[in-house]
């Protein structure tokens, strides 16, 4: 069941082109995104099809690349997917599809075993892959990597096999502008090539692994690039999106202020490092009875909520009653982020504070990963794939990326082979109406702007009053925005900021209840009545 709202959006293409003007470039499936999801899902791809890999930094800049924690997959014999499966759906809190996480987690032990056929090396004990626990978990079940960068490992040993294919191109630091639609159907991607401009990549089938939005926050954990981009250009192209106002915020974020932030694992939790406030109190047990372990959600409003009472900035991560060695071994790359700012994680308190850290809605997608705009298929953050519910399980991400990248390119890789070829461009709509303003615009001051607001407004907790608040700023900066084309990505960022944020505003209006990592101050009780999700459709503006 879901409850379906209508949305309206103001322009279908961010850039006017024109077929005749512009480079056209053909290929079986075009791959949009090369962290986890997009990388799994290149090499699935049917050696007889020609693919392309684009994506907007360098190859390996990615989310996926920057997961520290790890991999959670069943491999101990004292575990069982059963467990594995519970854990997802009860942290999920009443909106996961019980058949899709069974799917994932019984499919993950496999795809760990494969990853390392593949190149990827993770840490052993005992001649074993090492296990650690995070929140959520009943069971030490997350598997890791160089200590704390697993997923700089995974995507080494993907990369590394993706470019060894001579039937896959990469477009590195090419901006996708919007997918390509005819007849109800994707045909491909306007995109923006550092050397030929604006280029039509018309494919047969096209996978959309973009990653997320944490860029649409002040504080987060995200790398510059996830600006959204993905759901505004699925979404302007027909596609559905699903629970958008779930955005996961993670607890602990390296906080210096005027710094870049840095993620501080859950891990370091499991390995049972304490939360402290300014005041050296171990607070977590008066919030919840799992104290550190409990769900991210739990810690994130409990940070927040002892901010407010201590009237300080930040709460501090204790690691000093650990073994040293361990913590070093465990967590080199934290470590390394720490000593820049002069702190030793073995002996002194770490100040962090909560960052938006993953989104958990985006396209509605099938076990396939087919979404619903026929030729688009899904994989990783970009979507709400059923596996997270409202709140995602702890190392879940990269599960999933690898889960669903597979089953994407390889059902991209069988309608593509079900389909002649045909070297025809498609004719296509394009607006034809220059843009009404010229004057200068400042890019930054607006999206710093965008950020605050969201932060402050569309954060941990969410109150109606607050999205009233945020709903209205946004809307006239998105009539301002709207009236401009940009020639640049920073002004599509904004572009996909301004909508995604007014779509994420919009759901969680919606959702008059607290549930899962949507936690209304107004309505701080679950109500059975909505344990359903919310879908998003689009219709244009006359």
Same mark, same amino acid.
């Given at each position: 069941m879901s409850k379906a709202l209508r949305f309206p959006v103001k322009r279908r293409y961010l850039v006017?082109?024109?077929?005749?003007? /512009?480079?056209?470039?053909?290929? @079986?499936?075009?791959?949009?995104?090369?962290?986890?999801?997009?990388?799994?899902?290149?090499? %699935?791809?049917?050696?007889?099809?020609?693919?392309?890999?684009?994506?907007?930094? @360098?190859?390996?800049?990615?989310?996926?690349?920057?997961?520290?924690?790890?991999?959670?997959?069943?491999? *101990?014999?004292? *575990?069982?997917?059963?467990?594995?499966?519970?854990?997802?759906?009860?942290?999920?809190?009443?909106?996961?599809?019980? %058949?899709?996480?069974?799917?994932?987690?019984?499919?993950g032990p496999d795809c760990v075993r494969e990853l390392v056929k593949l190149g990827a090396h993770f840490d052993t004990e005992n001649g074993r892959i090492a296990m650690t626990r995070e929140a959520g978990h009943s069971h030490r079940r997350v598997a890791h990597a160089l200590g704390d960068a697993t997923g700089k490992e995974i995507m080494r040993a993907?990369?590394?096999?993706?470019?060894?294919?001579?039937?896959?191109?990469? #477009?590195?630091?090419?901006?996708?502008?919007?997918?390509?639609?005819?007849e109800g159907a994707c045909r491909g991607a306007l995109v923006w090539h550092p050397r030929y401009g604006k280029v039509l990549v018309w494919a047969k089938q096209t996978i959309l692994a973009s990653g997320g939005a944490g860029r649409l926050y002040r504080e987060t954990t995200n790398p510059e690039i996830a600006t959204a981009d993905g759901y505004a250009m699925a979404f302007r192209a027909g596609a559905q999106l699903r629970d958008m106002e779930f955005m996961q915020f993670h607890p602990t974020v390296l906080y210096i202020a005027g710094s870049a932030r840095s993620l501080i694992s859950e891990a370091v939790r499991g390995?049972?490092?304490?939360?402290?406030?300014?005041?050296?109190?171990?607070?977590?047990?008066?919030?919840?009875?799992a104290g550190e372990l409990a769900p991210r959600d739990v810690v994130s409003r409990a940070i927040t909520r002892q901010m407010e009472k201590t009237r300080h900035p930040c709460v501090y991560l204790d690691l000093s009653h650990l073994d040293p060695a361990l913590v070093k071994e465990r967590f080199p790359n934290i470590r390394k982020a720490c000593v820049e700012f002069g702190l030793d994680i073995t002996t002194d308190l770490i100040p962090?504070?909560?960052?938006?850290?993953?989104?958990?809605?985006?396209?509605?997608?099938?076990?396939?990963?087919?979404?619903?705009?026929?030729?688009? #298929?899904?994989?990783?953050?970009? /979507?709400?794939?059923?596996?997270?519910?409202?709140n995602r399980l702890a190392s879940n991400s990269l599960l999933e990326g690898v889960v669903f990248g597979?089953?994407?390119?390889?059902?991209?890789?069988?309608?593509?082979?079900?389909?002649?070829?045909?070297?025809?461009? /498609?004719?296509?709509?394009? *607006?034809? %109406?220059?843009?009404?303003?010229?004057?200068?615009?400042?890019?930054?001051?607006?999206?710093?702007?965008?950020?605050?607001?969201?932060w402050r407004y569309v954060g941990i907790e969410r109150n109606a009053e607050d999205l009233h608040a945020a709903a209205r700023p946004v809307e006239f900066w998105d009539r301002y925005v709207s009236t401009r084309e940009f020639a640049e990505p920073a002004g599509w960022e904004l572009h996909n900021q301004m909508l995604v944020a007014r779509l994420m505003i919009a759901a969680a209006d919606a959702r008059t209840e607290s549930r899962g990592v949507h936690y209304r101050s107004d309505f701080p009780d679950t109500d059975p009545e909505q344990a359903q999700h919310i879908t998003i459709d689009s219709e244009f503006e006359e």
């Open positions: 006017r082109f024109h077929p005749k003007h /512009t480079p056209h470039v053909f290929t @079986d499936v075009l791959i949009i995104g090369s962290g986890v999801a997009g990388a799994r899902a290149a090499l %699935e791809i049917d050696r007889r099809l020609q693919a392309i890999v684009v994506t907007k930094s @360098d190859l390996d800049r990615s989310n996926s690349s920057q997961a520290q924690g790890g991999i959670a997959v069943v491999l *101990d014999p004292l *575990d069982d997917v059963a467990r594995h499966a519970a854990d997802t759906i009860a942290v999920g809190k009443g909106l996961c599809d019980r %058949e899709i996480v069974e799917m994932v987690v019984r499919e993907l990369l590394t096999r993706v470019r060894q294919q001579p039937h896959i191109q990469v #477009w590195e630091h090419t901006f996708t502008i919007d997918l390509l639609t005819h390995e049972g490092a304490y939360l402290r406030d300014c005041t050296g109190y171990r607070f977590m047990f008066d919030y919840d009875p962090v504070r909560p960052g938006a850290h993953y989104m958990i809605g985006g396209l509605t997608v099938d076990a396939d990963g087919r979404s619903t705009l026929p030729g688009l #298929w899904a994989a990783g953050e970009v /979507t709400s794939s059923g596996l997270h519910g409202a597979i089953h994407a390119g390889r059902g991209a890789s069988r309608a593509a082979l079900d389909q002649p070829d045909d070297f025809t461009a /498609t004719p296509i709509a394009f *607006d034809k %109406e220059p843009p009404t303003r010229e004057d200068e615009f400042n890019l930054i001051d607006m999206r710093n702007s965008l950020n605050s607001m969201m």
